[in-house]
């Protein structure tokens, strides 16, 4: 319940500021960074080439794609979106879901073992 929390509060910034349920909410958050926040802060290049096996370039880096039978590289990682995209069968994302997708595990899961990484 926590972590959806973690997820979803900075979304709600506008809402936040306006709403009255906010104030009996705060003691939630006691200021310890979440999982989440933690996933937030890896660079998704690194975190795959944990992973897999990737030729790292000056806006990223390819690969040959995990999800499918790829002969060659067509598992682009862009650095500055920090997002990966495979433009052979289509699966794109970000570090938590390339987590997610690998290890076959759900998205709180995903997120702890990014948090260990």
Request: overall charge positive.
């Amino acid at each position: 319940r926590v972590l959806w929390w973690a997820l979803v509060w900075p979304l709600c910034a506008g809402f936040r500021s306006h709403h009255r349920i906010v104030p009996r909410l705060a003691p939630l958050f006691d200021g310890r960074e979440s999982g989440a926040d933690s996933a937030k802060g890896v660079d998704v290049v690194d975190v795959i080439s944990n992973f897999i096996d990737v030729r790292k370039t000056s806006t990223g880096g390819l690969a040959r794609c995990p999800f499918h039978d790829d002969k060659s590289p067509s598992f682009s990682i862009s650095k500055e979106k920090q997002l990966w995209k495979c433009f052979g069968c289509g699966q794109s994302g970000d570090a938590v879901t390339f987590v997610k997708e690998f290890n076959g595990v759900s998205y709180k899961q995903a997120v702890e073992q990014l948090a260990d990484l």
